[in-house]
């Protein structure tokens, strides 16, 4: 066996850093959520997956499934702005698993418009989903770690624009601010009860991602004075490092944030956008 397929074969294998672990997460159809959903699994977690889109939740599951057993995972089709549809996301999790120990606020939309033109509509809609229903899973996974008497981890899946905002993002960057308020806010009421609350806040991440449609790709390369089909390319040039993300990286900052080894942290953000310029956090 060669030094590399040795040193893959390693890295293949599951750490089992969460093993008897139960998370939630949401916007687990596509993208981030989906590479989340996918390395807590392998990570030995027991994982209920959330999406308002329940063809593309039931692909992500048959492509998770290939990975672990059918056993480790519960689809819950769910839209987080529905408070009533969060509280039984959350029974469900509880009823099938036992408990639950980490919820990922993962899911968000946005729209690509001047700011001058950003209809109430759309304002409501970005906000409802990007920040109140961060609000509603964080709230009942709240109320659950707590009842359990043993702590608990929140996770929120912010962006670099909570500290940068991208032109033509209005909506969008205020709800990320506000999302990341949010988590330092839980950070500091429910430290006592050994709940943590931490966000991690990527740079443009284009992996099988729902957010990156031909609309919203042709939108922000008119933006920014490029073509469409440059976006990967002329996005590096956005960073010190040039690069760009990708979801199995978040994953990784997830895991970190979910488990032990993160234990005496929380009210914290970390960035991965390769250093966007005016986007630095500290």
């Not at 099938?96 to 109430?120: H, M, W, Y």
């Not at 992996?207 to 790709?217: H, I, L, T």
């Amino acid at each position: 066996m060669t030094e590399q397929s040795t040193t893959n074969s390693t890295s293949s294998q599951p750490r089992g850093e969460l093993v008897g672990r139960v998370a939630l997460v949401t916007g687990a159809a596509s993208g981030i959520g989906k590479a989340i959903a996918r390395r807590f699994a392998r990570e030995g977690a027991r994982v209920a997956l959330l999406s308002r889109n329940p063809e593309r939740l039931q692909q992500a599951y048959a492509e998770i499934t290939q990975v672990v057993g059918a056993e480790s995972l519960l689809l819950v089709p769910c839209d987080i702005t529905d408070e009533a549809a969060v509280i039984s996301a959350v029974q469900q999790t509880v009823a099938r698993f036992g408990q639950l120990n980490i919820a990922v606020n993962n899911a968000g939309v946005t729209k690509s418009v001047p700011s001058d033109e950003c209809t109430l509509a759309d304002w409501k809609w970005i906000m409802d989903v990007n920040a109140t229903g961060s609000f509603l899973v964080s709230r009942e996974a709240i109320k659950v770690f707590k009842k359990q008497g043993t702590g608990g981890a929140l996770v929120f899946i912010n962006s670099d624009d909570a500290l940068k905002p991208s032109r033509h993002f209005l909506a969008y960057n205020a709800s990320k601010a506000a999302q990341l308020h949010m988590a330092r806010t839980i950070a500091n009421e429910f430290g006592p009860h050994k709940i943590r609350a931490n966000s991690i806040l990527p740079g443009a991440v284009f992996g099988d991602s729902g957010m990156w449609n031909a609309e919203m790709r042709a939108e922000r390369a008119r933006v920014h004075g490029f073509s469409p089909d440059k976006l990967e390319q002329e996005y590096k040039k956005h960073n010190t490092l040039g690069v760009t993300i990708d979801p199995d990286e978040v994953a990784e900052l997830a895991v970190f944030l979910a488990g032990e080894r993160s234990a005496k942290m929380t009210g914290a953000a970390l960035v991965i956008d390769g250093g966007g310029v005016g986007g630095y956090v500290r």
